[in-house]
């Protein structure tokens, strides 16, 4: 199992911009494909972006494709999520996850979600 903490959220303006990081501890971090996801009020979590072991290859739902950057630092153990031209419906509790199978847009296929952090944007 893989432990993960995020942090970096808050409240800020539209148009303006948040880097989200991923903590990770326990299994070899460098193993695994990571992503981030989004949860808003009432609504479902949903894919925000991937990336792969090597931090070779990313993925975006399209909603932050441009704006958002998903990168990683395997020597640290982290991942980030650098947030750009943020939106009022960018507002959501933001978790990264561990991709236990290769299909990165699916929420079924990661684990070892970490407790969130909230990203709040106002109009």
């Known amino acids: 199992q893989v432990q993960l903490v995020e942090s970096g959220g808050g409240l800020v303006q539209a148009g303006g911009s948040l880097r989200l990081a991923c903590a990770a501890s326990?299994?070899?971090?460098?193993?695994?494909?990571m992503g981030w996801f989004r949860q808003a009020p009432g609504k479902e979590r949903t894919f925000v972006a991937a990336i792969s072991t090597s931090g070779g290859n990313k993925y975006y739902a399209d909603s932050v494709k441009g704006r958002f950057t998903i990168s990683r630092d395997n020597a640290k153990n982290t991942v980030s999520l650098q947030m750009n031209s943020l939106k009022p419906e960018d507002t959501a509790v933001y978790y990264c996850?561990?991709?236990?199978?290769?299909?990165?847009?699916?929420?079924?296929?990661?684990?070892?979600w970490g407790q969130g952090t909230q990203v709040t944007v106002s109009s």
């Open positions: 326990g299994r070899t971090f460098s193993n695994y494909a």
């Open positions: 996850a561990v991709a236990l199978v290769l299909d990165y847009f699916n929420i079924n296929a990661y684990a070892d």
